[in-house]
């Protein structure tokens, strides 16, 4: 039977093949008889599983915060006590080894075993553990699946598509490097961070897929309409047809978008245009000099902390990353935000920080986590700017909500250069210095932010998810997420326009700039730059050359004098009318 899922698409194209299931529980194990050679080997995988465990139950509690609640200390302690307990550390073993099973059965087989055991016993407080050692068990289990996911993802996983309940961005950093052709995730919404990075693969993917899981078969037949955002599972043989004619025209699009690669962004009534463009880790350089981006606007430095998950980035360690883009990016600008951790986004040692908080979206994020944590956010701001000696390189500061709290980063950076300056270490002292404006209370307030900045950056998607109350991470509200909420348009609106009016350049780097339906509106507002995933650039690159601004205007300022969201909508449609999406 053939069964058709929405949910909501990335791009990427269509991809047809066939589906690989990740990401199971423990209560999802199944069982695999092992051949007598290869018991020793299951024992290693499960010893490198515990062992990785307990590295990361360490890192945690070495970084405990002052405050965190006394007892995430001794539940981390108990937790790494109960990895040396012989029902852990030992009878797993016994298992695989009498049972000849493969790990996963052994962890589900000892983790029902304990279960029973606990759930027999009289005192409440006992009973209780039984949860704690579960979770240990099911801490095991996935650290396995991570080491499934490198080692099966190169074979078996070539040219399949992955489905999965949740990829985190880390996940999909680590997934770059593989071969293959679509990802399917049950949740998530347009602009989490998985999505970004998902999207940043240019590979057809769809997030917010419920169910998907149950639903496929391993193995089984599957399309993955990225555009439209539609999941098909076991395709009629009619549909199958249609969807290999709709992928043929995807590629030949994307054939056609890339003569236009060396074209610089000019509109037609000759106005140009800045395309820059977002990375994660200094290895996507390639793909932003094959779309010839006139620089970086959005290095999203938080990437590089979560690609090491046992260790901090030393400060040497991101000179090198800053440093490789500048240099190949030679006398092109390139834009280092400060890490701006937050509640999808955070290394281990932050756990504690994000965790406690009630609501993290609106805690300890962005810069507020850098001026929290001084010898952090100096180490940062020394690795940035001895980087600024090989290359134009620009520090930007994240959630940023007013000029007082601008005035404190600034002045770490001004510590971190007379300290680098006594030490006769080279940088560029004139470094030039941007804020991100993506709390609405900065971008309302502008003014005295303009006064300490070179440039500005419009961070769309906090900006839409604080200014509309929805969190972006979550689909259930995703619905209400619309970047052309008339309140959104005016914000960005005022935001572009104090900038040009004081002479300070603006960019977008939220996935707005990103999306060529908003293409005309934005540059009707006035934006000149735009950054946005390598992948994007093209597309975008294509809307400019077509569009004339000046006779966009009298329908842009119908949208921007409008409140009805309705006839914003239709307004919009008629902007880009002709124009083949
Ligand atoms: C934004 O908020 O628009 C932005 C570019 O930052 P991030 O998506 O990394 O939060
Ligand atoms: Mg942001």
Redesign the pocket.
Known sequence: MSIAINGIGLGGGIAIGNAYILDKNLSDATLHLVENEDIADEVLRFEESLRRTRRELELLRVNITLNAPAELGAFLSLSIMMLGDSQISQSPIKIIQTERCNVEWALKLQADRLALQFEEMQDDYLKERKHDIVQVLERIFKNLDGNKFEWEISGKLEHGILVTHDLSPADLVHFKSSNFSGFVTEVGSL?S?TA?VGRNLDIPSIVGTAYARQLIKEDELIIVDGVQGVLIINPDPIVLTEYRKKQQHWLDTKAKLRQIRKNEAVTLDGINIDLLA?IESADEINDVKYNYANGVG?F?SEFLFLAHDDHLASEDEQFEAYAKVARSMKTSPVTIRTA?F?IDKNPSWSYSHQNEAMNPALGLTGVRLSLAEHTFFKIQLRAILRASHYGDIQVMF?MVSSSLELKQAINHLSYAKEELADEGVPFNPDIKIGA?I?VPSSAIAIKPILALVDFI???????IQYLLAIDRNDETVNYLYNPLHPAVLKIIYHVIKSCNKANVPVAI???MAGQAKLTRLLLGMGLRKFSMYSSNILNIKNVILNTNIESTMRVVNKILRSENIEKIDELVNELNIDLDF
């Open positions: 602009t961070h970004i977002n959005l999203r701006d937050g994240p991100m993506e950056s419009i961070g769309t998607n906090d900006l780097c939220g996935e």
